[in-house]
């Protein structure tokens, strides 16, 4: 593989990240990984058994990311990400409910049913988009948005994926927040796959996508470990205050990996079972659970209660999800604003 080398990621003091937080939030954010992880693993099983129908793609291994993006810059901005929408709807606050009842097409749903697995809304969420690379132009305007109503504690916040690199929208959209000084968080999960090709056959000089990305629009940048919550923590951080001190918006490279094929349908041939064994060593709930741990924050006992306490939360959804109704055919064309 061609990632196997140490990378610089940004120096953060775990110790000041610890104090921080506190024990109290430290096991919170713990809490939410743990439900975004059984929520994923609970709804895959339903999707092999055919209650789930289109695309169905995992957040699982990549944890981290958003659990401590959202923790460092807090609800009261704008969020846009890709299909794979589940965690962050969680983070925002959407209940396991909404959102399996929305993967089950049911009128129940987070969309009523119309959107399924990879279009979650919420009040700060534009949305889960399919079309890849489709969703920068929006983040780029709702921080211009944020701008232009002088919205001086707000920012927008855009995930994407390494697939999304080589696409226009990308390069268009750093061109137009630098120029316009759009207060925008560009985030890119780099799970180094994009859909089943490595990232050194995808993108030129892709060791160094940070730094080139960055310097052509001159805008900062940070390369962060994507499987620790306390390196992505710290990173965020210091990019969202440099974002509200500057107006400015930030590349952010987030280096990961997830654990399941770019949809459930892939079987991952790509990668060898060996290679996929290696990087779930540095599963991120597992690495954080291991140093709460150590820190004497947590038992293994009170983090297994946790876990079961999540994935009765999620059969829960389940069974709300199969037993609310289907939607009426008569309100197909209800809220339905394009032709």
């Not at 996508?209 to 210091?238: E, P, W």
């Not at 990961?256 to 079987?267: A, K, L, M, V």
Request: net charge negative; hydrophobic share 40%.
């Amino acid at each position: 593989m061609q990632q196997e080398k140490q990378l610089d990621f940004y120096k953060v003091n775990r110790q000041t990240v610890v104090d921080a937080l506190g024990k109290s939030t430290l096991i919170d954010c713990l809490d939410r990984m743990l439900l975004i992880r059984n929520f994923e693993t609970r709804a895959e099983a339903a999707y092999q058994q055919g209650h789930i129908g289109g695309f169905f793609h995992s957040y699982v291994g990549q944890e981290a990311i958003q659990t401590s993006c959202l923790q460092a810059v807090g609800l009261n901005n704008w969020f846009v990400t890709t299909y794979r929408c589940h965690a962050l709807a969680l983070l925002l606050g959407v209940s396991p409910r909404d959102i399996m009842a929305e993967l089950f097409g049911k009128a129940t749903g987070n969309a009523k049913g119309r959107g399924g697995s990879m279009h979650l809304y919420h009040d700060r969420l534009l949305g889960g988009f399919g079309i890849v690379g489709g969703h920068l132009p929006i983040a780029t305007g709702a921080g211009f948005s944020c701008k232009y109503l002088n919205k001086k504690d707000e920012i927008a916040l855009c995930f994407f994926g390494d697939g999304a690199i080589p696409q226009g929208t990308l390069h268009e959209s750093l061109n137009m927040a630098a120029l316009w000084k759009v207060p925008c968080m560009y985030v890119v999960e780099n799970n180094q796959w994009s859909m089943g090709t490595h990232i050194s056959r995808g993108v030129a000089n892709f060791e160094h996508i940070t730094q080139y990305l960055a310097k052509a629009y001159g805008i900062s940048h940070y390369r962060l470990d994507g499987m620790d919550f306390f390196n992505c923590y710290g990173g965020f951080l210091v990019a969202h205050k440099e974002i509200l001190t500057t107006g400015k918006p930030v590349f952010i490279e987030c280096i990961g990996e997830r654990f399941r094929g770019h949809s459930i349908s892939d079987p991952g041939l790509y990668r060898t079972k060996e290679h996929l064994k290696e990087r779930m060593e540095r599963d991120p709930i597992i690495l954080m659970r291991n140093e709460l741990i150590e820190r004497k924050m947590l038992t293994e006992e009170e983090f297994k209660a946790m876990d079961k306490k999540n994935r009765e939360l999620v059969v829960d959804a389940l069974e709300y999800a199969e037993s609310s109704p289907w939607p009426d055919v008569s309100t197909l064309e209800q809220e339905v604003f394009a032709p």
